[in-house]
């Protein structure tokens, strides 16, 4: 290989000997003749010499070129006010706007982010994270300037603008306006995910649960939340609005079960089913004096899905017949003997049924499986009406303690000392 390459140089070297040695020769041999005459303008030489001049004036305008280029570069470098610095001032702003405005530093990033989003050809970004960023800092009226003039520079952007208004309307306690803001966008884009994610945070929110029952399709249709997150919005919607429609039937007299049976059977079919609605509707039904209703509800709803939450409600309401509500409720012991929620509930119907001793037998049953603050009540009441007072006492004083415990922690009086 070596040698090889050594071969090629000597023939490259030998190449240029050959042609400087041509053009020497054509040099002394044929020197050529050049005239140019143009009027009183005479230029005469030989053809050789003509060309060396042609060679050293296209030098002279290629170093020329160059000079100008590195004296604009370096004038462009050096002018503050030159569009490469203001590109470069834009740049930077935006970058430490943003990182400011991640930080948490909101004077700072409301300064950058303006500075930036007034120079910047994309400027959307950069006037959010502004509006963001007075929001921050309590000057509303700033956000909402910077708002608009992001609407004025990108009208295309209507939505996304919209959006970041409601959402810092809502944060602002602002739900009227930020719903004001939201319904209008929703006549434009009615299918629209994240519209439709906002428009439902702000319903639940302001506790209009009547909408929330029509906007539920919608949110499931067009994926708008994860399915586990739209089953728990689903069930407390429609528990809401059982709760709205029980305290509706409270004013209306005879007619006092109407809007409650109307706005259950508005349920899905397999909502009915649902544990925690079917507990919701009961204790709706219960409060509005339709305890037989409640006690046949509660009582194929167990016998379908057996549930301690239903089991428990079922020990509250008065069936039409307090002896066969016990019967019934007894049979389901054989499955469920250990359940402390159906020992109290039958404790609670042997009361009904004033059968001191067994209903006390329950309730102490259901303490040797759970301790609960609603057994410990129910049996001290019964043996200080049985003249226990002393284990009642006790009862009592561990049911309070229970309660307690759930309290939150608060500064209390020193123990006063007698």
């Known amino acids: 290989m070596k040698v090889r390459t050594r071969v090629r140089v000597l023939l490259s070297l030998l190449l240029v000997v050959a042609a400087i040695a041509g053009l020497v020769w054509a040099f002394s041999e044929h020197a050529g003749y050049v005239l140019i005459a143009f009027k009183g303008f005479r230029y005469e030489s030989s053809l050789w010499a003509f ?9 002279a305008l290629w170093l020329l070129r160059l000079v100008l280029r590195l004296l604009f570069v370096s004038t462009g470098v050096v002018n503050p006010w030159s569009r490469r610095n203001r ?6 702003a935006s970058e430490q706007g943003l990182r400011d405005l991640i930080e948490g530093r909101w004077e700072r990033a409301l300064r950058h982010l303006k500075r930036a989003a007034e120079g910047a050809e994309q400027s959307l970004i ?3 994270g502004a509006a963001r960023a007075a929001h921050r800092l309590g000057e509303y009226e700033e956000s909402d300037a910077l708002l608009e003039r992001a609407l004025q520079r990108e009208p295309q952007a209507e939505l996304a603008i919209a959006l970041a208004h409601a959402e810092l309307q809502a944060d602002r306690d602002q739900l009227t306006q930020a719903l004001s803001t939201l319904q209008v966008m929703r006549e434009r884009h009615p299918h629209h995910p994240q519209l439709l994610r906002q428009l439902q945070a702000v319903l ?6 009547s909408v929330l029952v029509g906007l539920l399709p919608e949110l499931r249709k067009y994926r708008a939340l994860p399915e586990d997150q739209l089953l728990v919005l689903e069930r407390r919607v429609w528990r809401e609005r059982l709760d709205e ?9 005879e007619a006092a079960l109407q809007p409650l049976t109307q706005a259950w059977h508005h349920l899905p079919a397999e909502l009915r089913q649902d544990p925690e609605l079917v507990a919701a509707y009961a204790e709706q039904l219960r409060r509005l004096g339709a305890q037989e209703e409640a ?6 709803a167990i016998r379908q899905h057996y549930d301690s939450r239903l089991v428990r409600l079922y020990g509250l309401v008065r069936g039409s017949d307090p002896a066969a509500q016990l019967q019934v ?7 469920h003997p250990e359940d402390a929620e159906l020992l109290l509930a039958l404790g609670r119907l042997s009361l009904q049924n004033q059968l001191w001793g067994k209903a006390r037998d329950y309730f102490e049953s259901s303490l040797s499986f759970a301790r609960s603050p609603q057994a410990c009540a129910e049996l001290a009441r019964l043996l200080a009406q049985l003249g226990e007072t002393a284990r009642s006492n006790q009862l009592f004083l561990e049911g309070l303690g229970m309660l307690d415990a759930q309290l939150p922690s608060l500064p209390q009086p020193e123990t006063v000392r007698t």
């Open 87 to 92: 590109r470069r001032r834009i740049r930077l």
């Open 329 to 335: 409720a007894e049979s389901w012991l054989q499955a």
């Open 204 to 209: 639940v929110r302001r506790g209009e649960w």
């Open 51 to 59: 060309l060396a001049v042609l060679a050293v004036l296209w030098v």
């Open 295 to 300: 006690e046949s509800l509660l009582r194929k």
């Open 126 to 128: 950069y006037y959010l």
């Open 245 to 253: 429609a029980g305290r509706a039937g409270l004013n209306a007299g």
